[in-house]
């Protein structure tokens, strides 16, 4: 069975740091190219950032370019972000979710999210 | 930055009646685009990709058509459990953007 497992978010201050992981089991983590994807409470889906399966390329949000930076461990199926300088609108529930080559590189396996509130 | 317009915002219907549900993309996405469900308190799931295709599991009361600009998904017939949020996504450039969503609400 998929599974993806967010954890790392919590209460940050405006211009604090969190990084957060997602934890990958059931499949082979290596073929899929992963993603974040937020929510802010009662708003829509946002795309975050995408990293490709060997981790070397990686693409961002224009609202998150140079605070954020995704990265990838394929040794460890695990999946992170490390958000820096962060903001009040950057509260929200953060998905981690990915998919390979077999369903068009389409996000066809999410976690469950981890929340992260800034706020003073 | 290409933009998905979803319409209408909200949906109301009964149980049993056909649902189709609009994105509008501000430029050719061709036929990458995607369509998920969202339930309360849930995480996303895939339901079409690729304009028209099923995702694994999927029931066969929904479908997916379109290209370019103009693209939709049809319930044919809600069961209880369709009642839900739909947003649709493209592929086609960066950044990755998802349209706004449409409530599908019991009336």
């Known amino acids: 069975e998929v599974q993806l497992v967010e954890s790392g978010g919590g209460l940050v201050q405006p211009g604090g740091s969190l990084r957060l992981s997602c934890a990958a089991s059931g499949f082979t983590f290596s073929s899929y190219a992963m993603s974040w994807v937020r929510q802010a409470p009662g708003k829509g889906l946002e795309w975050v950032s995408s990293i490709t399966v060997s981790g070397g390329g990686t693409y961002y949000a224009d609202s998150v370019k140079g605070r954020f930076t995704i990265s990838r461990d394929n040794s460890k199926s695990t999946l992170y972000v490390q958000m820096n300088s962060l903001r009040a609108e950057d509260t929200a529930l953060y998905y981690c979710a990915g998919g390979s080559s077999s369903s068009g590189w389409w996000f066809d396996s999410w976690g469950q999210g981890t929340l992260v509130t800034v706020s003073s | 930055e290409i933009v998905l317009t979803q319409s209408p915002a909200t949906l109301s219907l009964s149980p049993g009646e056909r649902a189709t549900l609009s994105c509008r993309a501000s430029q050719s996405v061709s036929n990458y685009l995607a369509w998920y469900q969202q339930r309360p308190g849930q995480a996303p799931r895939l339901l079409i990709y690729?304009?028209?295709n099923r995702a694994t599991g999927i029931p066969a009361r929904f479908s997916g058509s379109g290209s370019g600009t103009d693209f939709t998904l049809t319930i044919s017939s809600l069961e209880p459990e369709d009642f839900a949020v739909y947003y649709c996504?493209?592929?086609?450039?960066?950044?990755?953007?998802f349209g706004g969503g449409t409530k599908v609400e019991i009336k």
């Open positions: 690729d304009a028209s």
């Open positions: 996504q493209q592929r086609s450039n960066w950044p990755r953007t």
